[in-house]
């Protein structure tokens, strides 16, 4: 980069800019594709299991709180892990995410299609991660106005959503009640696959080198949208359920508007809430992939070309259109469910890291009780390992991948 360009990116986030990017993130990955999964592997039981993915969460957030207030750099665990564990975990946290998460993007992406026009789900895909990374190239205030907006339309979907389907004609309680086809290997699996949803909780650590006093915005902006996301999973979750029960859910590509089908000017407004929540995922999970690459680019562990901050939008552009361009590559090819997954495997790793770096800060870093990582690095790997076989097989090898790149690199 030339010597008068940029290096650094603007703090332009405020408490509830941060907020509203983090719930931009969780609303809509979990409760619009996620749910239809989770009961496939454990019926009814998916409301354990998004119990359970809510104590890995909440043990992962205050790991990255604790972490992104010490070190409110863009990148997240990539920068934590390098500055806690080593370069190496730095590296392999940052391979991860950007991996994983390419992963997530294409879920999402599919997911806005699945919603929107489900026979072009691939060509709307494509058109919704065009539109999203416009947006994002536009700056970070823009990103979060146009969360904002995204959220509200959500909730308002989701409100439909429960309404619809408690007071649906099959409405039933006992469908709360129906045999779990995994046992406990499902209710793990169930956990492990909504956990996907929750991931987004980190886009505002991720973000951190733009978030306004970051020492005290982020450790409170991370446990509300958590919270505020955990509240409307379970509530949602129920109404579903109760709805049409847990076979349903499974068989549908769009589950919530399977939950609603009963009443059929809901389902219009349930695909146009699922295809604007996918969007607003979408548009955080391109902040956060371009932010981690922008950070491991500075470093020389990605193409020092992707470390380019433009020099009035103050975005690592380069990065942000190179994460846009993987992502319509990979929406080409990619499965909505395997997707969620393999991204689920890879993300779980990635705060395994977290976790072990929050362990490794000094007292006098600490927020929160030091058992809380311990619960979050052996969560993330339970989890992780009760994934579907081919998630946890393809995880492993795009790891192992990472690794030895790295690996070949200084030893060369």
Request: overall charge positive; hydrophobic content about 60%; proline content about 5%.
């Amino acid at each position: 980069m030339a010597d008068d360009q940029p290096r650094r990116l603007a703090r332009r986030l405020g408490l509830g800019d941060a907020v509203v990017v983090g719930l931009g993130a969780m609303l809509g990955a979990g409760v619009f594709a996620a749910i239809g999964p989770a009961a496939a592997a454990a019926g009814s039981w998916l409301l354990v299991g998004l119990g359970l993915a809510g104590v890995v969460a909440y043990a992962n957030a205050t790991s990255s709180a604790q972490l992104a207030a010490v070190y409110p750099e863009a990148g997240g665990t990539y920068v934590y892990g390098r500055h806690l564990l080593g370069p190496f975990w730095g590296y392999l946290a940052g391979w991860g995410f950007v991996v994983g998460k390419t992963a997530s993007l294409a879920a999402m992406a599919l997911t806005v299609g699945a919603y929107a026009f489900p026979g072009q789900a691939r060509v709307v895909g494509v058109g919704a991660v065009v539109a999203m990374t416009a947006v994002n190239l536009a700056g970070i205030r823009k990103t979060a106005a146009v969360t904002r907006v995204i959220v509200a339309v959500v909730l308002l979907a989701l409100a439909a959503v429960v309404a619809g389907g408690l007071s649906g004609a099959a409405a039933s309680v006992g469908n709360l009640s129906a045999a779990n086809p995994g046992g406990l290997g499902g209710v793990l699996q169930a956990a492990g696959l909504l956990f996907f949803a929750f991931a987004g909780y980190a886009r505002i650590a991720t973000l951190g080198e733009e978030v306004v006093d970051p020492e005290r915005t982020i450790p409170r902006a991370i446990p509300l949208a958590l919270g505020i996301a955990l509240a409307v999973y379970a509530v949602v979750a129920v109404a579903a359920l109760v709805a049409v029960g847990p076979e349903i859910l499974a068989a549908a590509n769009a589950p919530l508007a399977a939950a609603v089908a009963g009443t059929p000017w809901l389902v219009g407004v349930v695909r146009v809430g699922g295809a604007v929540a996918a969007l607003g995922v979408l548009l955080s999970l391109l902040a956060g992939v371009s932010r981690t690459s922008f950070a491991m680019a500075r470093n020389g562990e990605l193409p020092r070309w992707l470390g380019a901050v433009h020099p009035s939008t103050r975005t690592p552009y380069r990065a942000e259109v190179t994460a846009g361009v993987v992502t319509v590559a990979v929406v080409a090819v990619a499965d909505l469910r395997d997707a969620i997954g393999f991204s689920s495997f890879a993300v779980l790793s990635y705060y395994a890291i977290a976790n072990a770096s929050a362990w490794r800060q000094p007292p006098q870093q600490r927020r929160w009780p030091r058992p809380l990582p311990v619960i979050g690095v052996i969560g993330c790997v339970v989890l992780a390992l009760a994934l579907p076989l081919g998630a946890v097989i393809g995880g492993a090898v795009v790891l192992a991948l990472g690794a030895a790149i790295w690996l070949v690199r200084h030893r060369t």
